[in-house]
């Protein structure tokens, strides 16, 4: 009999959209001339920029072409871009990161989980709560938690550190010694950012419990306040002990393209068993190529062409259009019944408080049924989440002022 990795069966069942799609169809059965408008999952809806798209034809030419063509590539990206990104991301903003640092990746959802191979299996891993989701699963199938609590939906053995309107959304620094911890600024899903101060407390943290920071920063586009940092590597000793994981995915569009990248600093290092110290770079760029053999030539190219000058403009352009849509939602939201709204000035995302302190599924249904609107309840990201609700500001600007427009009649003050 062939066994299987048991951690699998730890998983929660019922996963977050899949129940939302079941409760959405059964809706619909019953009320099937309803105009739906989502504002639920976080994909974009605009596509590509053209510089992008430009860049990816050519190179779909220089596939064809004798002299052009590409074969496999670096497994950890073509040096063009990732001097593109270390220049572009990284060194203009005054952070000291080499090209040699930049891995890129067919996803910020694959790396944050591919992570965990070169982590040892006694860790303390900390998340927040709410979370995005894959942080706590892909520990879940390592084995680097106990099964899951019913009472509370918590895995034993995980570390959860609440986010709430208590705190302004940003973790309290655990009183705990905890090896690694999964930070995302902007927050998916509460839009919540982090300033200079609070990421330099974590640093510090981490530099005196030798723990590493896993610093997701997939939504960096979206900072519109000047002080807010980029990058985790804004702050000084963050090249000790954190890994940054960013995307193409939510500024250029690239959710269905795939394109990311992990930055590895060369001067991160762990202990081994025996007390030795290993780089992480070393271990982080033997897993990429072994097993992985590289994002395409052709992707590769698109992603290049965001650092162009009409890329920067065009993605620029596009995440303006998302913040458009996010200010709108908040600026509606204010003047109704629903006006406790967090997030949507750095981030795509809107946190709401439900009113009247319904639960999270609550006013997921009476939107449903009310408005015809779908969004995310806050509980599906963590139990800290519930009594709060997620809408996104991907969708089009007549959806947007539509759903709005029924939300103002609906909760009206
Ligand atoms: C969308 C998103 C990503 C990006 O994932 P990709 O696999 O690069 O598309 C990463 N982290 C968070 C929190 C996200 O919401």
Redesign the pocket.
């Known amino acids: 009999m062939v066994s299987i990795n048991e951690n699998y069966l730890k998983l929660k069942a019922g996963y977050l959209f899949p129940e939302i799609t079941k409760r959405v169809n059964t809706f619909l059965v019953a009320n099937s001339n309803t105009e739906l408008i989502k504002l639920g999952i976080?994909d974009v809806t605009e596509p590509l920029p053209e510089a992008c798209i430009k860049a990816m034809k050519n190179a779909v030419e220089d596939m064809g072409d004798h002299s052009k063509f590409k074969g496999y590539g670096p497994e950890q990206g073509y040096q063009w871009l990732r001097e593109k990104i270390a220049y572009y991301d990284f060194q203009l903003r005054g952070c000291d990161i080499d090209a040699s640092e930049i891995f890129i990746s067919d996803?910020?959802?694959?790396d944050?989980g591919n992570i965990l191979d070169i982590f040892g299996k006694n860790n303390k891993i900390a998340i927040t709560d709410p979370v995005?989701p894959v942080y706590v699963d892909t520990n879940v199938m390592a084995g680097n938690t106990g099964p899951i609590n019913v009472e509370n939906n918590r895995y034993d053995d995980l570390i959860y550190l609440p986010i709430k309107a208590e705190n302004n959304f940003v973790a309290n620094i655990p009183d705990v010694k905890v090896d690694l911890i999964y930070l995302?600024f902007p927050n998916?899903p509460t839009g919540a950012v982090a300033n200079k101060e609070y990421l330099k407390s974590w640093v510090d943290y981490a530099q005196a419990n030798n723990s590493i920071i896993l610093f997701?920063a997939?939504?960096e586009a979206f900072i519109t306040e000047e002080t807010i940092p980029h990058s985790i590597y804004e702050i000084e000793g963050a090249k000790n002990c954190a890994i940054e994981?960013r995307?193409f995915?939510?500024n250029a569009g690239f959710?269905g393209t795939?394109c990311?990248f992990t930055v590895v600093p060369k001067t991160l290092i762990a202990n081994t068993a025996n007390g030795s110290t290993v780089e992480l770079w070393k271990m982080w760029n033997r897993r990429q190529s072994t097993k992985f053999n590289g994002v395409s030539y052709i992707i590769q190219r698109g992603a290049e062409a965001v650092y162009s000058e009409e890329g920067k403009i065009q993605v620029n352009n596009l995440v303006k259009f998302y913040l458009e849509n996010a200010r709108i939602i908040r600026k509606q939201l204010n003047t109704t019944k629903l006006d406790k709204v967090y997030g949507g000035i750095n981030s795509p995302y809107i946190w709401l408080k439900t009113p009247e302190n319904i639960s999270s599924w609550e006013f997921f249904d009476e939107l449903l049924r009310t408005v015809n609107i779908v969004g995310t309840p806050g509980s599906g990201f963590g139990s800290s989440g519930e009594g709060y609700f997620r809408i996104s500001a991907f969708n089009s600007r007549e959806n947007v002022e539509e759903a709005m427009k029924r939300i103002k009649k609906h909760y009206k003050v």
Do not use: H, I, V
Not at 107 to 110: A, R
């Open positions: 976080g996803g910020s959802k694959c944050t995005y995302c998916n997701d997939a939504y994981f995307s995915s939510k959710t795939r990311a």
